[in-house]
């Protein structure tokens, strides 16, 4: 199991969003969260890497407990792709250099092994030739 989350509360002051939730994701499972606006799916998200404080319960991802005080958050923080609803894109800096940034500075891969794989990656969507575009240049979808 990859993720386990037992009885997870989170409140904000007196609106307790999530009430207790269990749930069990298996390595390549793919899950979706269904449900109306305002019903905690993006703090549910966000409790899975501490971007909110777990109000009580228990988050473990790869076996590692995110709320025991010797888990190093940030490491476990590396192992964890979120894309937001906002695509956050740094507007001064190319595709290419959006795509880039956490590869080198969170992984700490070299200039051209980043390059190489974020070409790959972009030609496989459809975009390799928007990799020197900037974020205003690109459609919505393109974003
Ligand atoms: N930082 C915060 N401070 C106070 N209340 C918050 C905060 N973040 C979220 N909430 C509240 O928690 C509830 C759940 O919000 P959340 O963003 O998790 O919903 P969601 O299911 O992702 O909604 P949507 O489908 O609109 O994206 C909402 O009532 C929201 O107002
Ligand atoms: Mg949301």
Redesign the pocket.
């Known amino acids: 199991m990859i993720i386990r989350v037992s009885d997870l509360h989170k409140s904000?002051?007196d609106?307790e969003?999530l009430k207790g939730i269990d749930c069990e994701v298996e390595p390549q499972e793919v899950v979706c969260v269904i449900?109306?606006?305002?019903?905690?799916?993006?703090?549910?998200l966000r409790c899975l890497n501490m971007l909110e404080e777990i109000t009580s319960g228990e988050v473990v991802i790869d076996g590692k407990s995110l709320t025991d005080k010797n888990t190093k958050i940030n490491d476990v923080r590396t192992e964890i792709g979120m894309v937001f609803?906002q695509f956050n894109l740094f507007p001064h800096m190319s595709v290419l250099e959006n795509i880039s940034l956490a590869p080198r500075k969170v992984r700490g891969l070299s200039e051209q092994a980043v390059r190489e794989r974020g070409l790959k990656l972009l030609d496989k969507v459809g975009l390799g030739e928007k990799a020197e575009a900037y974020p205003a240049q690109l459609s919505g979808g393109q974003q």
């Open positions: 904000f002051g609106n969003v449900g109306p606006r305002g019903s905690g799916k993006s703090t549910f609803q």
